[in-house]
């Protein structure tokens, strides 16, 4: 059984920062394309960051490039995201999501993955 447990939300004053982990098991996470997405309410869900299964490549929305930080321990199963400089618009419930279909790739599509967490909420005061 896939579980992927994010961990480390929030609330957060704006410019501060946060250290999101999402921690996977019952998958063989070191040939999984891992990401973060994100979903407000009443908006849709959207990327936001993304590396490849070895962890050499990284891929970010316009919106958090140079804010936020995506990296992985392949012996720990585990990805991470640093979220620095939060904006009160970066508030949402976050989800990480694995794809074992295109290990090497980083689809900003939700559809492209095959695997979702639960969830954790970040909160930006002003």
């Known amino acids: 059984q896939v579980q992927l447990v994010e961990s480390g939300g929030g609330l957060v004053q704006a410019g501060g920062s946060l250290r999101l982990s999402c921690a996977a098991s019952g998958l063989a996470f070191s040939r999984n394309a891992m990401a973060w997405f994100r979903q407000a309410p009443g908006k849709e869900r959207e990327f936001v960051a993304g590396?490849?299964?070895?962890?050499?490549?990284?891929y970010y929305a316009d919106s958090v490039k140079g804010r936020f930080t995506i990296s992985r321990d392949n012996a720990e199963n585990t990805v991470y995201l640093q979220m620095d400089s939060l904006k009160p618009e970066d508030a949402a419930a976050y989800y990480c999501?694995?794809?074992?279909?295109?290990?090497?790739?980083?689809?900003?599509?939700?559809?492209?993955?095959?695997?979702w967490g639960q969830g954790t909420q970040v909160t930006v005061s002003s």
């Open positions: 999501a694995a794809d074992r279909t295109f290990p090497l790739g980083i689809s900003t599509s939700s559809r492209a993955y095959d695997y």
């Open positions: 590396i490849n299964s070895i962890g050499d490549a990284t």
